[in-house]
């Protein structure tokens, strides 16, 4: 359960993530933690958000209090992945202070409910965003259409999307 978005981050990125920003990730884990922040979100995809997952585990074994959320989109995600991307999942997930699975069968919107999670339970988001459509794009400006702080870690990222207005 997240006990207090007001210090949680969420995680959100490309799955073609390779590690580019792990020395920016680090850091800005670091920082956000001297601001207080304790408790990360990760949607546990392949790609930057195994890697951020594994990154907040690290900070983790430095700093005391730091609680990886896990947030799953349904059961058996990781069936789809590689056999090593597999066992990232496997092992970040045993690591994790807790897991939260959203629905236990996949369907049609499990992702976007998924990043719904992410948006509504945490202050900041943390992403690696080229700027093209799909989850990340969707994550990114419902984050910024939350009032959330968005901080983007990709170099020579274009700018973050405005986010469209919302009617009443």
Do not use: K
Not at 39 to 63: H, I, K, N, P, W
Not at 68 to 89: I, K, M, T, W, Y
Not at 97 to 119: D, F, I, K, M, Q
Not at 153 to 168: D, G, K, N, Q, S
């Amino acid at each position: 359960m997240i006990a207090d978005s007001r210090i949680s981050v969420a995680f959100t990125g490309h799955r073609t993530y390779c590690g580019e920003a792990s020395d920016a990730l680090r850091r800005m884990l670091e920082a956000l933690y001297d601001r207080g922040f304790r408790t990360f979100l990760s949607g546990m995809a392949v790609g930057f958000d195994l890697a951020a997952a594994e990154a907040v585990l690290e900070l983790g074994r430095q700093r005391d209090g730091v609680r990886l959320v896990a947030a799953v989109p349904f059961h058996g995600q990781e069936n789809r992945f590689s056999p090593a991307d597999r066992e990232r999942f496997r092992s970040v997930l045993a690591a994790a202070a807790e897991t939260v699975v959203l629905s236990p069968v996949y369907h049609r919107g499990c992702y976007a409910v998924r990043n719904n999670y992410l948006t509504d339970n945490a202050r900041v988001l943390v992403a690696w965003y080229d700027g093209s459509s799909g989850g990340t794009h969707y994550t990114v400006r419902r984050a910024l259409r939350r009032g959330l702080e968005v901080v983007n870690l990709r170099p020579e990222a274009p700018c973050l999307p405005v986010p469209a207005p919302t009617l009443f």
